[in-house]
């Protein structure tokens, strides 16, 4: 069974930065591409950043772009966010998803529980 | 990157159909077969129902099915039970170093 769990999650002023993991299990991590999707409480879904099996191809949407980075390390099956120059709007439960391709195919079939980031001062 | 376009929110009795429309761009939903449509009950995280615009993953039930014309895909949701009620998001692959964008998601009311 396919299980991811995301950490590193908490309370941060503006700013400063957080990094959030995700651990992986129950699959072959290095056969599938991965993706981070934030949700503000009682909000819609956005996407936040998706890397490939092999980190070749890694995406970022406008609003973090510059500010945050995804990487995985395939050898401890987990997947990463570095998230720097914080903003109150970065405020949302950051999930961990897997995608059903090993290149970026937006099939997200597994999903953690999520981690929360609240942005404060 | 501009979010995908859904209605805020649509309703049906149940036994009914509801279609949900999810409309893009060129740059993504008319240029790639690559939406995918995932249900959200409160408090839980997202399920995957529809992929590659129109394939159903193993356990979903073939009462969901997805399709495309132009710049608007669409999940339809046949034979509407209490427990289809739930938000409803899209998703596509987008033509630009972005990749990715959802739509802002549609509430559906099983009445």
């Known amino acids: 069974e396919v299980h991811l769990v995301e950490s590193g999650g908490g309370f941060v002023q503006p700013g400063r930065s957080l990094r959030l993991s995700c651990a992986a299990s129950?699959?072959?991590?290095?056969?599938?591409?991965m993706h981070w999707v934030r949700q503000v409480p009682g909000k819609g879904l956005e996407w936040v950043s998706g890397i490939s099996w092999n980190s070749d191809s890694i995406g970022y949407a406008d609003s973090v772009k510059g500010r945050f980075t995804i990487s995985r390390d395939n050898a401890k099956n987990s997947l990463y966010l570095q998230m720097n120059s914080l903003r109150a709007e970065d405020t949302a439960l950051y999930y961990c998803a897997k995608d059903m391709e090993a290149v970026l195919s937006f099939g997200l079939d597994s999903w953690g529980q999520g981690t929360l980031v609240t942005v404060s001062s | 990157q501009s979010a995908l376009t859904q209605p805020a929110s649509v309703s049906g009795s149940p036994g009914q159909s509801i279609t949900i429309s999810c409309t893009g761009t060129s740059s993504d939903v008319g240029s790639y077969n690559l939406v995918s449509w995932y249900q959200q009950h409160p408090g839980q995280a997202p399920k995957l129902m529809i992929y590659?615009?129109?394939k159903r993953p193993s356990g979903v039930s073939n009462r969901f099915s997805g399709s495309k014309s132009d710049n608007t895909a669409s999940l339809t949701i046949s034979g509407l039970q209490a427990e289809d009620e739930a938000d409803y998001y899209c998703?596509?692959?987008?033509?630009?170093?972005?990749?990715?964008?959802f739509g802002g998601g549609t509430k559906l009311t099983v009445l």
């Open positions: 590659e615009g129109s």
């Open positions: 998703c596509s692959y987008a033509r630009s170093t972005t990749f990715g964008v």
């Open positions: 129950g699959f072959t991590f290095d056969d599938y591409a």
